[in-house]
């Protein structure tokens, strides 16, 4: 099969991983840069450089932060005319990462998450960190990999928080407040369909941040009916079918979702090319 990926950051470490599980999986694969998007358009003929017509039978398209607009038609009209993609929803999200709608999202439709509060002001964090209670979690509203994402013990911890924030020129919408949940598992399920694989992340030595990219560990782990049906059902409720996601599991069982992600580790990516490999994606038996 030929698999392409289309991108608009080809730096990124992941692409390089993603080729090598493709090329391991004894598929052809293509990474295509967009970072300088251009085109050829004649009567109702477009065309983009690596994007020709029956070349590909597969495209992944992943980290398009540029020229969004226009490879989002580009994608569109790929898919009328056969073209296999998985964009993860892209024409609607445009790959951005929302916490904040993902959040209301899983709220209205039942989903447990952690307390979580969002305001527009830095004057008003304080007090709707005293809603929350302490320990609070600020965490960025687009940043990923468990970037900026910050614990604080107290008022004073939040308000020093707050000045290192503004010195930055950072602004209070760019942030949600969450309660911090004293978790026993921290999970990263993927969820292709009805598929759910799960691993969980330990975190570093002193960090209370689980992440792979920050220094934690990650081993397979057995998640049940009931943790695999609610990672489903949060997946659905933000309206994709294939994606992660993180859920964090107290020692009384109660469990939360933290968020649902289209930004897959490697792990899922190898995952994810493995259903490819059975024709998960090619809509065949």
Same mark, same amino acid.
Do not use: C
């Given at each position: 099969m030929r698999i392409a990926l289309l991108t608009t950051l080809p730096e990124l470490i992941e692409n390089n991983r993603i080729k090598e599980e493709v090329e391991n999986l004894g598929h052809d694969f293509r990474l295509i840069d967009l970072s300088q998007f251009n085109f050829y358009a004649e009567k109702d003929q477009v065309n983009v450089e690596g994007l020709e017509k029956n070349e590909i039978d597969t495209i992944i398209v992943r980290g398009v932060f540029n020229s969004i607009k226009p490879i989002s038609v580009i994608i569109n009209n790929l898919q009328k005319?056969?073209?296999?993609?998985?964009?993860?929803?892209?024409?609607?999200?445009?790959?951005?990462?929302?916490?904040?709608?993902?959040?209301?999202?899983?709220?209205?439709?039942?989903?447990?998450?952690?307390?979580?509060?969002?305001?527009?002001? %830095?004057?008003?964090?304080?007090?709707?960190?005293?809603?929350?209670?302490?320990?609070?979690?600020?965490?960025?509203?687009?940043?990923?990999?468990?970037?900026?994402?910050?614990?604080?013990?107290?008022?004073?911890?939040?308000?020093k928080l707050i000045e290192e924030l503004k010195g930055e020129d950072k602004k209070a919408k760019s942030y949600i407040m969450q309660e911090f949940i004293p978790y026993k598992y921290d999970l990263r399920c993927l969820v292709i369909g009805e598929h759910v694989y799960t691993m969980r992340?330990?975190?570093?030595?002193?960090? %209370?941040?689980?992440? %792979?990219?920050?220094?934690?560990?990650?081993?397979?782990?057995?998640?049940?009916?009931?943790?695999?049906?609610?990672?489903?059902?949060?997946?659905?409720?933000?309206?994709?079918?294939?994606?992660?996601?993180?859920?964090?599991?107290?020692?009384?069982?109660?469990?939360?979702?933290?968020?649902?992600?289209?930004?897959?580790?490697?792990?899922?990516?190898?995952?994810?090319?493995?259903?490819?490999?059975?024709?998960?994606?090619l809509n065949t038996p």
């Open positions: 005319d056969g073209t296999r993609i998985f964009d993860n929803n892209f024409i609607e999200h445009k790959y951005a990462i929302d916490k904040v709608t993902d959040l209301i999202k899983l709220s209205y439709s039942g989903v447990e998450i952690p307390k979580t509060a969002y305001e527009r002001n %830095f004057e008003y964090f304080p007090k709707k960190a005293e809603r929350i209670g302490y320990p609070v979690i600020v965490k960025s509203t687009r940043s990923g990999k468990g970037a900026s994402i910050f614990k604080t013990d107290s008022k004073s911890q939040l308000l992340r330990i975190p570093a030595k002193g960090d %209370f941040r689980a992440n %792979f990219s920050l220094g934690g560990k990650v081993e397979k782990y057995n998640l049940d009916s009931k943790g695999e049906a609610l990672a489903i059902k949060a997946l659905k409720t933000i309206d994709m079918s294939i994606g992660g996601v993180d859920i964090l599991i107290t020692r009384e069982d109660k469990r939360y979702i933290l968020e649902v992600t289209i930004q897959l580790d490697l792990w899922a990516w190898r995952k994810l090319l493995e259903r490819i490999s059975v024709k998960y994606l």
